[in-house]
Structures are given as C-alpha cells and as structure tokens.
C-alpha cells in the first residue's frame, strides 16, 4: 500500500510539471539612455551645486537627481539656464541619437517673456503686469504652438525610440491672503492664471506629439511663494533644491514608471 501511495505521489509531481511549467525569468529592462533638455526649470538655477556656472546646471536639478537614483547606462544634461525653443533646437538636439531610450523637456517660459514680465508684476502696478502677460498671451496663443510642434517633431526624428516626456511650470505663487514682502493678491492671481494658459498650450502640444506631460502646478501644490513650505525661491522666482528633490523628481520618477508600463 505504501509503494502504491509512493508512485502515486510521484505520478502526480510529474502530471502538475507537465501541466504547469516553471515561469521563464523576467527579461531584463534595456539599457537607459538618458537626455535631459530644457530651459532654467530644467537645468536647476537657483539650486545651488552647479557643475556649469554659465547654464546654471546643477547637481541638485531633477534631471541629476533621476540620473544619480536610476543610473542609467548614459546620461547626458543639456539644459541650459535661459533657453528657448530655437537654443534646444540649435545647441542642445546634438545629445540625441537612435540610442536615447528617455527624454525630459522643460521649454517655453523664456519664448513667451518671463522675465521682462516678472520684472512688470514685481516693480510696475498691476495693470502694467496685466498688460505684460496680455502680450505673453498672444505669444503663447498665437506663435509658441507652431514653434513646440517643430521642436517636438525635431525630437522626435532625432530619437525615433525614446521616452518623451514633458514637464510644465508650477504656479509661482499662493493666490489669497497676505504675501509679506511679496506682490499684491491681484498680482500673483494674475500670473498663475498667466502659467495656466502657458501649461495648457504646453500639455497640448506635447500630448499631440504623443509625449507624456508632467504638470509642475500639481507638482507643487501648496509650496508656492508665501505658502508656509516654499519650494520655489522669492528671489530668483525658481525651484529650490527641495523643489526639484521634492516636486519635479518624483512626477517625472512617476511619468516615466507610467509610461513603461511598471
């Protein structure tokens, strides 16, 4: 009786072997090679770190973080404080190539006037700030989609298998209450309402080249200037190493999970 229950048992080990095969091992993750591109929000001016003074890039910016977490197989940091469109499209397209798996992009602050208009909203009244961001407006409205439809395609061409994705901007500043030292409650509504209309162009156009888009308003939410957690610095009017640690590096750690599929 014990032989029979024996070769039973046996019988069944090789009847649920033959049913049910041992699952093949995972295939392994290609190899990633990382470009990251874009403007100041890019690049990490106001971080502090940099490893290039005249592009303010530095160690703390997102891209350097992402690299430094994920290591990929090669990293290659091009952004550069001050750019737009035509700067990516001339000096910074030369880091991609067939072999880019992963891109991130940050682009179009500088195109539609961010600086002569934070100069407006900071030192002018409120309807001279409102006038400077009616202007960025039309730009944004009226020219900056045609100029991201022709770099987002030149991206494209240039990496025919990477991972695109898009960050925005975050909103500058707390709208409500009292700002001390800070601008006027009309002011900073008037400038988010300003990023809302850029973000939106933005997401557009890169979701209509098929990248992925990160918003950087949600990214930093409840940590603008005159919250009582800033990320972004009231003087330079950029993310902080925080910011970048704690706002762009996880939505961009998270756009690219979602995009793999993991």
């Known amino acids: 009786m014990l032989a029979s ?7 069944l080990a090789a009847l649920a072997l033959a049913t049910f095969p041992a699952p093949a091992p995972a295939a392994p993750l290609p190899a990633v ?6 403007d100041s929000y890019a ?13 303010t890039r530095s160690r703390k910016a997102y891209p350097a973080l992402w690299a430094t977490a994920h290591a990929p197989a090669s990293f290659a940091f091009a952004a550069c404080g001050g750019a737009r469109v035509p700067d990516v499209l001339g000096d910074q397209l030369g880091e991609l190539d067939s072999d880019t798996t992963l891109v991130s992009l940050s682009i179009g602050g500088n195109d539609s006037g961010f600086a002569s208009t934070m100069l407006s909203c900071r030192y002018s009244t409120l309807p001279a700030c409102e006038r400077a961001l009616s202007e960025a407006g039309e730009y944004v409205v009226n020219k900056l989609p045609a100029e991201l439809d022709t770099l987002y395609s030149t991206v494209r061409a240039r990496a025919p298998h990477a991972q695109v994705v898009v960050l925005g901007y975050p909103h500058l500043y707390k709208e409500g209450g009292l700002c001390p030292g800070g601008l006027s409650s009309g002011k900073r509504t008037a400038l988010n309402r300003g990023s809302d209309l850029l973000n939106g162009t933005i997401s557009e156009r890169a979701r ?13 939410a409840g940590h603008e200037i005159c919250t009582g957690d800033e990320w972004i610095s009231g003087s330079t009017v950029h993310p902080t190493a925080e910011g970048h640690e ?6 961009l750690t998270g756009a690219v999970t979602a995009g793999r599929g993991q």
């Open 246 to 251: 704690a706002g762009y590096l996880p939505a």
């Open 33 to 38: 090679n990382y470009v990251a591109l874009g």
């Open 5 to 11: 229950r024996t070769a039973g048992s046996a019988l």
């Open 43 to 55: 690049s990490g001016t106001g971080a502090g770190d940099y490893s290039d003074v005249r592009c």
């Open 208 to 220: 209509a080249a098929g990248f992925s888009f990160v918003d950087g308003r949600a990214a930093f």
